[in-house]
């Protein structure tokens, strides 16, 4: 059973990984030479991701994921994204992720083979 703690965590994940509103999104080299339009598809897919089971988000946080990007031409690419917490100065982690106002996200983005 997920608590209410672990529940509110989520649903602030979520509005930020689906708005990239209320906290950093950071991205990787690798992720930086991409086109614009793999950015787009990579960023969207991000935003939309809605796969989480024990399996992939055992904390229930919503906090970390997996997409894939690629056309028929190139084989996919393999792309991780995490949300992380940290207190307002960016110091140490947060104390309490559940408060937004206490809390600055940080939403990284990478290619897998750059972990």
């Given at each position: 059973?997920?608590s209410?703690?672990v529940s509110?965590?989520a649903?602030?994940n979520d509005?930020?990984?689906?708005?990239?509103?209320?906290g950093?999104v950071?991205?990787?080299?690798?992720?930086?030479?991409?086109?614009?339009?793999?950015?787009?598809?990579?960023f969207?897919?991000?935003?939309?991701?809605s796969?989480?089971?024990?399996d992939?988000?055992?904390?229930?946080?919503?906090?970390f994921g997996?997409?894939?990007?690629?056309?028929?031409?190139?084989?996919?690419?393999?792309f991780?994204?995490?949300?992380?917490?940290?207190?307002?100065?960016?110091?140490?982690g947060s104390?309490?992720?559940?408060?937004?106002e206490?809390?600055q996200?940080?939403l990284?983005?990478?290619?897998?083979?750059?972990?």
């Open positions: 059973m997920v209410k703690q509110k965590i649903r602030i509005q930020f990984r689906r708005t990239f509103k209320g950093q950071v991205t990787t080299q690798g992720v930086d030479t991409l086109d614009k339009h793999e950015k787009y598809e990579l969207k897919k991000i935003q939309e991701h796969r989480f089971h024990p992939n988000d055992p904390r229930g946080e919503h906090d997996l997409v894939f990007i690629g056309s028929i031409y190139s084989p996919p690419n393999k991780f994204w995490k949300i992380d917490y940290y207190d307002l100065h960016m110091n140490k104390e309490d992720p559940g408060n937004i206490i809390t996200r940080v990284t983005i990478m290619r897998a083979d750059e972990y």
